[in-house]
């Protein structure tokens, strides 16, 4: 028995409660207790010996802040960690990136050249950059998100493409008698755009369905109900939140996270992300 600590105590005090540690990661949507800034984790460094997270919020501004204690996830008071390790997923073999290429050790990325591969929007840009960013960055290719194909005639005008600043652009459900599939047929009328432009594309509504469905621990991706927007209805389906572009963003994330390798993605997909690169990259 520890008799020295025996004596008065204060027994009206309050206990001491233990805060959740979560680890930090894209998309979260956080509150800095301190400021009161509000905004959604787009990136996580260290910077002299401490863990920096990046929150940019509504407006698209962004402010950097110290991991550790001061910060609400969803109303909740939490410690922010640094990010868990990855847990194990679709295996990447020693040597190779996720994309499935031998990984080249010891070259800095390259400087980006004019030629760019255009996506639909900023989900399909993560996507892209989680598989084949580290091929990317060796070639020196730049992926934007074109955030909608509706003026694609006339972004490629502005691009005015050529030898040595083509465009390989990935468009969403391009199949035979669409939207998508008169607009780009449209574009290919540029001047310039022959042999200096490829537009392919998949058959998906959306980027999120080229994900494989046992990936996520499902059989197929769940139906959604004509005029239902299409990503509020599968987190609906899914039973996550789905009212606010927050929950959007988070219910991404989600996904996302559990896509590892090339092998997690429709063969459908991957084709027409190679054959974009293979054009952009052959002399």
Do not use: C
């Not at 010891?106 to 084949?132: M, P, T, Y």
């Not at 990317?136 to 730049?142: D, F, K, Q």
């Not at 969403?172 to 540029?190: C, N, P, Q, W």
């Not at 991706?221 to 509020?232: C, H, L, M, Q, S």
């Amino acid at each position: 028995m520890a008799f020295d600590t025996w004596g008065p105590q204060d027994l009206s005090a309050p206990a001491k409660r233990q805060l959740p540690e979560v680890a930090v990661q894209r998309g979260m949507v956080l509150e800095d207790v301190q400021s009161g800034w509000v905004g959604e984790v787009t990136r996580v460094e260290k910077s002299g010996g401490m863990h920096i997270v990046s929150l940019e919020d509504r407006r698209g501004k962004t402010k950097s802040f110290q991991l550790g204690f001061g910060f609400l996830l969803e109303g909740q008071a939490i410690r922010l960690m640094p990010p868990a390790a990855k847990a194990p997923g679709s295996p990447v073999q020693a040597g190779r990136t996720a994309s499935g290429s031998v990984r080249v050790l010891g070259q800095r990325a390259q400087v980006a050249k004019a030629s760019r591969i255009w996506v639909e929007g900023k989900h399909d840009a993560e996507l892209v950059e989680k598989v084949w960013g580290d091929d990317l960055r060796v070639e020196g290719i730049v992926v934007e998100p074109l955030h909608g194909v509706d003026d694609l005639k006339s972004a490629i005008a502005a691009f005015s493409p050529g030898p040595g600043r083509r465009l390989g652009i990935l468009v969403d459900h391009l199949v035979a008698g669409s939207k998508e599939s008169r607009i780009a047929a449209e574009a290919m009328t540029v001047p310039g755009a022959a042999g200096n432009v490829l537009i392919v594309g998949h058959p998906y509504v959306d980027v999120w369905q080229a994900i494989r469905p046992k990936v996520l621990g499902i059989e197929r991706w769940p139906e959604v109900a004509r005029g239902t927007d299409w990503k509020t209805g599968i987190l609906t389906a899914f039973g996550w939140p789905h009212e606010t572009a927050e929950d959007i963003g988070l219910g991404w994330q989600r996904l996302l996270g559990a896509v590892r390798s090339y092998a997690d993605l429709e063969a459908s997909l991957l084709g027409r992300v190679e054959e974009v690169i293979d054009f952009l990259t052959t002399p």
